[in-house]
C-alpha cells in the first residue's frame, strides 16, 4: 500500500462511519461516501494531494472506489512549473 493510499484510506476512515479497513482498492464505495460526502473527498484530494479536476472532466463515477480515486490522482496531479 502506497502512502498516498494510506492517507485516503485514513481520510475516509475519520469522516465516513461506513468505511472499513477490509474494503479492497477496486471495491465500490457504495454506501461509503454519499453525494455530499463526494464534495469533501473531492475537496480532500484536491488540497491534500495537489490535484486540479477540470469541470469538464468531473464525473462521480472517477470517485467510485480507492484504485480510481488514485487514478485521479495521477492523472490530474498538478505539478509546479
Known sequence: MTDMEKR???FL???FGGYRDE???AEPLDGVVDSLGLFE???FI???FSVSI???E???????SIEKILQVIDEFHVTSQ
Open 8 to 10: 485516503l484510506r485514513q
Open 54 to 56: 477540470p469541470n469538464e
Open 41 to 43: 473527498l473531492v475537496a
Open 13 to 15: 476512515k475519520e469522516r
Open 23 to 25: 474494503i479492497g482498492a
Open 46 to 48: 484536491e488540497e491534500d
Open 58 to 64: 468531473f464525473s462521480p463515477q472517477l470517485f467510485s
